[in-house]
């Protein structure tokens, strides 16, 4: 266990519609990161949040949106939702000080199906 | 562009055999190579990890093989059990940030 809380574990919606995925940190961490896991593009990074401010943004699409609150927990919005955006996504979440060779500690996912 | 190149995409080895993981990058700022191990159900979990300033890092029986001027580097496995049958990825980062750039992972089955 990573200490890494994602819910919900599993979510099947339809087309067009909007999800909103929940990560709860490490104790103490302050970094969270987004990742997305398909077959087709592999696990990609989406987008870190520190101590509440955007840190960096990798390939995320403009329909979908996060941010971190004040108690660190952090939020994925999933927007006008497509076929393609099936994939499990990832959370997870380091101390937030030192860059590069940070450990991140990966959550269970949360497997999106859009049907 | 894929920054992270990884092979083979599935291997399958015997009980204590050592399987060789192979990944090459392409951005020179690169400075930290993990790799994640990931079971079935699970995210990944970071097994073991190299600075490019050392070639070579062991731990138990997971060992790193850094080349700089190749651009590459390896994942070797020492007596492999079946219980190390995971899908493994390579990932790489720079200090500037700590996305990781993950390589398209491979699928390891270690038979009894």
């Known amino acids: 266990d990573s200490g890494v809380t994602q819910t919900p574990k599993h979510l099947i919606t339809a087309t067009g519609q909007r999800v909103t995925l929940r990560c709860s940190p490490r104790s103490g961490d302050l970094s969270v990161y987004w990742y997305q896991q398909s077959l087709d593009q592999g696990l990609q990074f989406l987008i870190q949040y520190y101590n509440g401010e955007e840190r960096a943004k990798g390939n995320i699409l403009e329909r979908f949106s996060a941010q971190q609150f004040p108690d660190l927990h952090s939020e994925l919005n999933l927007s006008s939702l497509e076929l393609g955006d099936s994939a499990l996504y990832f959370c997870?979440?380091?101390?937030?000080?030192?860059?590069?060779?940070?450990?991140?500690?990966f959550g269970p996912g949360t497997r999106l199906l859009v049907l | 562009q894929q920054q992270v190149k990884q092979s083979p995409q599935s291997l399958i080895v015997q009980k204590g055999g050592i399987p060789i993981i192979n990944c090459a990058y392409e951005n020179t700022a690169f400075d930290y190579f993990p790799w994640y191990q990931q079971f079935p159900g699970k995210g990944p979990a970071l097994l073991i990890a190299i600075r490019p300033d050392v070639s070579e890092k062991k731990e138990g029986r997971f060992t790193i093989s850094f080349n700089k001027s190749a651009k590459q580097f390896s994942l070797h496995i020492m007596d492999s059990q079946p219980g190390d049958s995971a899908t493994y990825f390579c990932?790489?980062?720079?200090?500037?940030?700590?996305?990781?750039?993950f390589g398209t992972g491979t699928l390891l089955a270690v038979q009894p």
């Open positions: 990932a790489a980062t720079r200090s500037a940030t700590n996305k990781l750039i």
């Open positions: 997870a979440s380091s101390v937030g000080l030192a860059g590069a060779g940070e450990t991140q500690y």
